[in-house]
């Protein structure tokens, strides 16, 4: 396969992993001689594209992660039928985190439900750091993807992503409105931009999540508003 071809399916993945954010974490038991272990695992991708989990230290995964970090962490949609609409399995070791200050406001723009959870003593975030892609995008799509292609590319968005949001949900509600009646059909009296990526954004519409891919990645602030604004102008043009 063509160079440029391996790079665009692991975009592709990408995106996959980012619009699905729940999945089946599998560790080694430690209570069962290293056999596989599955549990449900909530998770958000960083600014480097690796997944990141919030658990307690009481739970059967996190003990089995500090016993042997491999694991592996597969996203499907909540489909009828999830063999169809695909899946991405991420394979990889997970490290616990020293500061879960540092990612907690970005998992709790994501996951409110676990503020609660966030400020317990016992819980804390493990990031995988990816080794290895598997990415089915259907009957007949299966592909390997390396782990250097997966990841994102180098930006600056972590350092920018508060700014953005600020901005976003104070000035440009209106604009936010537009996105999701245009791309997703969605009409919500409740709209806030909870997170910005190199990959595209995210919207709470309501009770609802949705995801937008931008065309090419932004790896800065300015390539962020440049990809907005075109998003405005194609809002406009088409009502």
Same mark, same amino acid.
């Given at each position: ?8 399916? &692991? +975009? ?14 599998? =560790? ?9 272990? /599955?549990? @449900?695992?909530?998770? %958000?991708? *960083? ?6 989990? !919030? ?6 995964? =996190?003990?089995?992660? *500090? ?6 962490? @597969? ?15 991420? %394979? /990889? ?8 200050? +540092? ?18 003593? *016992?819980?804390?975030?493990?990031? +995988?750091?990816?080794?290895? %892609? ?48 245009? +791309?997703? /059909?969605?009409?919500?009296?409740? !709209?806030?931009?909870? /997170?910005? *990526? ?20 932004? =790896?800065?602030?300015?390539? %962020?508003?440049? &990809? !907005? ?11």
């Amino acid at each position: 396969m063509p160079e440029s071809a391996q790079r665009d399916r &692991a +975009v592709e993945a990408r995106c996959f992993v980012r619009a699905h954010p729940h999945g089946v974490l599998s =560790t080694l038991s430690k209570r069962l001689a290293g056999a596989p272990f /599955g549990s @449900i695992a909530p998770f %958000v991708l *960083d600014h480097q594209g690796r997944p990141v989990i !919030l658990i307690s230290t009481l739970a059967e995964h =996190t003990r089995n992660l *500090d016993a042997d970090a491999r694991c592996s962490l @597969i996203a499907h949609p909540c489909a009828q039928d999830p063999q169809a609409a695909g899946r991405v399995t991420l %394979v /990889g070791r997970a490290e616990r985190l020293p500061d879960k200050h +540092v990612l907690g406001p970005r998992y709790l723009r994501y996951f409110p439900e676990a503020e609660g959870y966030f400020a317990m003593h *016992d819980f804390h975030f493990y990031r +995988v750091q990816v080794e290895a %892609v598997r990415y089915i995008g259907g009957f007949g799509s299966i592909h390997w993807i390396a782990a250097e292609d997966f990841a994102a590319p180098a930006n600056s968005l972590e350092d920018s992503e508060s700014s953005i949001l600020e901005h976003m949900n104070q000035d440009h509600a209106h604009n936010l409105r537009a996105y999701c009646e245009h +791309v997703h /059909g969605v009409h919500a009296d409740d !709209l806030r931009m909870i /997170g910005v *990526d190199v990959d595209g954004f995210d919207v709470r519409a309501d009770q609802r999540v949705l995801r937008f891919d931008f065309d090419q990645p932004a =790896t800065d602030a300015g390539a %962020v508003r440049e &990809a !907005l604004v075109a998003l405005a102008r194609s809002c406009r043009a088409a009502s």
